[in-house]
Nanobody, 128 residues
Framework: QVQLVQSGGGSVQAGGSLRLSCAAS????????MAWFRRAPGKEREGVAT????????YYPDSVKGRFTISQDNANYTLYLQMNNLKREDTAMYYC?????????????????????WGQGTQVTVSS
């Protein structure tokens, strides 16, 4: 079992920055991928960043590429999402996720079914 506890988030004006954190505990050696997802009201869950934890490779959809950065602190088993140049459309509940299964297709990086463990969620609100 893996437990994920999120922190960070809040409200910011468009163009601003926020950083989310996700502390992992438990059977962390089983994790192969960690990711950040978001869900805006009335929209489906969307993956915004993924990291292959053993090697540090990162993946982003076009909607956030160049603005969001996923990173990990292996010593403290903590995942981060640095969000810069935030837009109103980034407003959503953000969730971190972790999974231990190999991902064999690129689509799997942002497929919520890939991940077995989830954080509690944190709200990000961007105003103009």
């Amino acid at each position: 079992q893996v437990q994920l506890v999120q922190s960070g988030g809040g409200s910011v004006q468009a163009g601003g920055s926020l950083r989310l954190s996700c502390a992992a505990s438990g059977y962390t050696s089983s994790i192969l991928y960690m990711a950040w997802f978001r869900r805006a009201p009335g929209k489906e869950r969307e993956g915004v960043a993924t990291i292959y934890t053993p090697g540090g490779l990162t993946y982003y959809p076009d909607s956030v590429k160049g603005r969001f950065t996923i990173s990990q602190d292996n010593a403290n088993y903590t995942l981060y999402l640095q969000m810069n140049n935030l837009k109103r459309e980034d407003t959503a509940m953000y969730y971190c996720a972790a999974g231990g299964r190999p991902i064999r297709r690129a689509a799997g990086f942002f497929d919520y079914r890939t991940y077995d463990y989830w954080g509690q969620g944190t709200q990000v609100t961007v105003s103009s």
